[in-house]
């Protein structure tokens, strides 16, 4: 039996990301679903259709080591500008 994990069911469920993700990935993921110029729901509807056809080991590992303006181009999602 295989079971299709979306970012959006990581995000939500701390068993799920516990399991999938790093907590370096995790804290790139919620940072950028937080620096969204979208509502979160949105932001992980639209990581959920980007990755679709990616494996999820990929998308963590992308999390994991890029940095959070990378993973948002990749994933064609616009950053509110950084205050800094």
């Known amino acids: 039996m295989n079971a299709k994990v979306t970012i959006s069911n990581i995000y939500w469920n701390k068993g799920l990301s ?7 990935a995790l804290s790139t993921l919620e940072e950028l679903v937080n620096r969204s110029t979208m509502s979160g729901q949105d932001t992980l509807y639209a990581l959920d259709n980007a990755s679709y056809d990616m494996d999820i080991d990929d998308v963590e590992e992308m999390f994991y080591s890029e940095s959070v303006e990378y993973c948002a181009d990749e994933f064609g999602i616009e950053l509110e500008e950084d205050d800094d």
């Open 18 to 24: 516990d399991f999938f993700f790093r907590e370096q």
